[in-house]
């Protein structure tokens, strides 16, 4: 059973920064798995953050977070995280990892394309 859960959410100032990690079990990383972190802000459709493919390759999803966010993994803890750096107002949102198993090396960048979620972390960001 492909489960996803999410943990690191929490309260951050302007500037200030969170890591977010996605346990992943009932399956490894590395068998075919891409990972994607999504975020959705109240009011507003879920959008994706960043990817990363079964053999490691980074894709980012939303020019926003460019040069501040990234996206890692941990092969032996079957654990994705996404590292948030220099964080703004505009990123606060309930984040989301999910998985696909595809023989590809893009990860998806739809929502749509992802078949297993996890329950989110909330990310609030407040002076």
């Known amino acids: 059973q492909v489960q996803l859960v999410e943990s690191g959410g929490g309260l951050a100032q302007p500037g200030g920064s969170l890591r977010l990690s996605c346990a992943a079990s009932?399956?490894?990383?590395?068998?075919?798995?891409?990972i994607g972190w999504f975020r959705q802000a109240p009011g507003k459709e879920r959008e994706g953050v960043l990817c990363?493919?079964?053999?490691?390759?980074?894709?980012i999803l939303t020019g926003s977070v460019k040069g501040r966010f990234t996206i890692s993994r941990d092969i032996g803890k079957n654990t994705v995280y996404l590292q948030m750096n220099s964080l703004e107002p505009e990123d606060t949102a309930v984040y989301y990892c999910?998985?696909?198993?595809?023989?590809?090396?893009?990860?998806?960048?739809?929502?749509?394309?992802?078949?297993?979620w996890g329950q989110g972390t909330q990310v609030t960001v407040f002076s």
């Open positions: 990363i493919n079964h053999v490691g390759s980074r894709t």
């Open positions: 999910a998985a696909v198993r595809r023989l590809t090396q893009t990860c998806p960048v739809s929502r749509n394309d992802y078949a297993y």
């Open positions: 009932g399956f490894r990383l590395v068998e075919f798995y891409h």
